[in-house]
């Protein structure tokens, strides 16, 4: 009995072994073989920036909270409002952008904008997925290649959360790595793709990449609406958060940001980071966001901040718990404008001449 679970537990880790031989390399050459595939929202976004960078000195990159809230000709007016006419504005917010795949399209971005490029904004990017659907599409395999691998691990151990739950998003990563790595989802496309291929998604890009959240509906976005309204004492309570206790340490995650605004910096941009207001965000982001600015001289746009700016926070700007809709963005936009010029230089985007 003891010999045949040896033999048994033997050929099991000859067959691992062989797997990972075989299988690994085949799903490396797939991925090097096959094209990126067509990401709803960010591919025709990055695609259409790629396609005219020149026309652009000025790129936001973020989450839901850069594409729903950015609108570049009210960012324009406010800052030629404060002294900086002409600026050119371009909104690459993806809903769910990660950590990973922000460095990835700042590196897209920069390698693309040249020296038309000279200001990118960034937001304190969203966590990476938690559940097995999320880890095991297009968009996340894609993302999971091996030197993608330092920027996922740096996003997840930097972001405030207690130790389990970096652990549980940890491991969910690794089993996404591994269903990439071991090319049965690529595979299985390739060996049966859909009858009718879908074609690729177009965007509206009249506002430069800006679209107001309402203006196309969808059954998620209807039913997110649909709890703002059936809960409005949710949005209280959501405000009492600002200011509140909370035992999440945002230090590493101001680390992680500032690093990547050095990194920007160095290059000659006049980086900055953008903290939306989010009212599930209110115990976590202005706090972030304060604590970039202690790291150092660098330029933060805090706007979750119900102290600071009232008018921001009435309800009736407000789309969901999380979004404005294109009233409430127009207004946001021009402060973001004006205030960005207001911390940049008169005349020059010299971070070293930057006022504060």
Request: charged share 25%; glycine share 8%.
């Amino acid at each position: 009995m003891i010999t045949q679970i040896r033999t048994a537990l033997f050929s099991a880790i000859l067959f691992a072994i062989g797997f990972v031989v075989v299988a690994i390399p085949l799903s490396l050459g797939l991925r090097a073989a096959t094209p990126m595939p067509d990401l709803l929202v960010l591919s025709p976004k990055l695609e259409a920036y790629k396609a005219a960078p020149e026309k652009y000195d000025t790129v936001f990159i973020g989450s839901s909270r850069t594409f729903y809230h950015i609108l570049p000709d009210a960012v324009e007016a406010g800052a030629a409002e404060a002294g900086c006419p002409d600026w050119n504005v371009y909104n690459l917010g993806v809903f769910g952008l990660t950590g990973a795949e922000q460095d990835w399209m700042i590196d897209q971005v920069t390698a693309a904008g040249g020296d038309s490029l000279k200001r990118i904004v960034i937001e304190d990017a969203l966590p990476n997925e938690r559940t097995l659907d999320g880890v095991t599409t297009n968009r996340a395999r894609f993302f999971s290649s091996p030197d993608m691998w330092p920027a996922q691990i740096a996003s997840i151990t930097s972001y405030p959360e207690s130790l389990p739950k970096r652990v549980f998003r940890g491991g969910m990563f690794a089993l996404g790595t591994g269903f990439d790595l071991s090319g049965v989802g690529r595979g299985a496309e390739l060996l049966f793709p859909p009858g009718d291929p879908e074609e690729p998604k177009s965007f509206d890009l009249s506002n430069d990449g800006f679209e107001a959240l309402g203006s196309i509906m969808t059954p998620d976005i209807e039913a997110r609406r649909k709890d703002f309204e059936d809960k409005p004492d949710q949005f209280k309570q959501d405000l009492a958060l600002y200011g509140a206790h909370s035992d999440e340490d945002v230090s590493a995650r101001a680390a992680y940001l500032a690093q990547r605004l050095d990194r920007l910096n160095a290059r000659g941009l006049n980086a900055a980071l953008y903290i939306s207001p989010d009212l599930p965000e209110l115990d976590r982001t202005p706090r972030t966001g304060e604590a970039v600015k202690a790291l150092g001289d660098y330029k933060v746009l805090n706007f979750n901040r119900p102290d600071v700016y009232p008018e921001l926070f009435e309800r009736d700007l407000w789309f969901d718990f999380s979004h404005f809709g294109e009233t409430g963005a127009r207004m946001l936009s021009r402060k973001v404008g004006a205030e960005y010029c207001a911390m940049s230089s008169t005349g020059k985007d010299t971070v070293a001449n930057a006022v504060r």
